[in-house]
């Protein structure tokens, strides 16, 4: 087990894909359990015969950081969020893109002022 200053690196060889995922888990997501084993969840691809498959792994991380279990579930066709939960994640990062590209336009605006004034 690798670890940097706040966080671990696990490795998890999948055993549908069957290849081996590096996971960074934070150390305060560790230490902010309150039961162990926790779940950890991590989404990664695999392609098998020219499919395109995403794939939902489970890990199962004691308070020592050793991952004690694994599940793995395929995504079908099926939505991982539903349309109100997309809206409400999407909602607010436009308005703030909008805010943004606003604040943009008046800088823009008050550096050519100051240009002009030079």
Same mark, same amino acid.
């Given at each position: 087990?690798?670890?940097?200053?706040?966080?671990?690196?696990?490795?998890?060889?999948?055993?549908?894909?069957?290849?081996?995922?590096?996971?960074?888990?934070?150390?305060?997501?560790?230490?902010?359990?309150?039961?162990?084993?926790?779940?950890?969840?991590?989404?990664?691809?695999?392609?098998?015969?020219?499919? #395109?498959? $995403?794939?939902?792994?489970? @890990?199962?991380? %004691?308070?020592?950081?050793?991952?004690?279990?694994? *599940?793995?579930? +395929?995504?079908?066709?099926?939505?991982?969020?539903?349309?109100?939960?997309?809206?409400?994640?999407?909602?607010? #990062?436009? $308005?703030?893109?909008?805010? @943004?590209?606003? %604040?943009?336009?008046?800088?823009?605006?008050?550096? *050519?002022?100051? +240009?002009?004034?030079?």
């Amino acid at each position: 087990m690798k670890t940097k200053k706040d966080a671990l690196i696990k490795y998890y060889r999948c055993n549908f894909c069957n290849a081996t995922h590096e996971i960074t888990i934070k150390k305060s997501i560790l230490d902010g359990q309150s039961k162990y084993p926790f779940p950890y969840v991590f989404l990664h691809d695999s392609m098998t015969n020219g499919d #395109l498959q $995403e794939l939902l792994t489970i @890990l199962y991380i %004691d308070s020592n950081g050793k991952i004690r279990g694994t *599940e793995i579930q +395929k995504l079908g066709d099926n939505n991982l969020f539903s349309k109100e939960q997309v809206f409400n994640i999407v909602k607010p #990062l436009v $308005e703030e893109i909008e805010r @943004l590209q606003e %604040d943009h336009s008046k800088l823009t605006k008050q550096i *050519e002022d100051l +240009k002009t004034k030079s």
